[in-house]
């Protein structure tokens, strides 16, 4: 399984983008996708996860303001972040869990996850 990010960038406080993660490889396997991120000087931090039937879950810091969703036939899930923040500017990396094992309790766990792609970086000017 082998995952790509992209669709980082250079933006103004209060605007929107929207991260893309591309799944190939044996993808039926996968059982939940996830968005981390991490700020220069801090630990990796959740921001958000995707699982079974397409139940999605949220960190409070993003809560409202970002969306995670997939399009199965483009083997893709996507972050759409809105009203961004210079506290949002961070490498955002994804991450996939194979299928088959609970992601309750421990979606927040970088270990949780078998497969990460390589970052993009969001910056948000103030």
């Known amino acids: 399984v082998q995952l790509q990010a992209s669709g980082g960038g250079l933006v103004r406080e209060g605007e929107s983008l929207r991260l893309s993660c591309t799944i190939s490889g044996s993808i039926s396997g996968i059982g939940a996708v996830a968005w981390f991120r991490q700020s220069p000087g801090k630990s990796r931090e959740w921001v958000a996860t995707?699982?079974?039937?397409?139940?999605?879950y949220y960190s409070d810091s993003v809560k409202g303001r970002f969306t995670i969703s997939e399009d199965n036939t483009k083997n893709t899930v996507y972050l759409q972040m809105n009203s961004l923040k210079p506290e949002d500017t961070a490498v955002y990396y994804c991450a996939a869990r194979t299928r088959g094992r609970t992601i309750a309790g421990v979606m927040k766990e970088e270990r949780t996850y078998d497969y990460w792609g390589q970052g993009t970086q969001v910056t948000v000017s103030s």
């Open positions: 995707i699982a079974g039937a397409g139940t999605t």
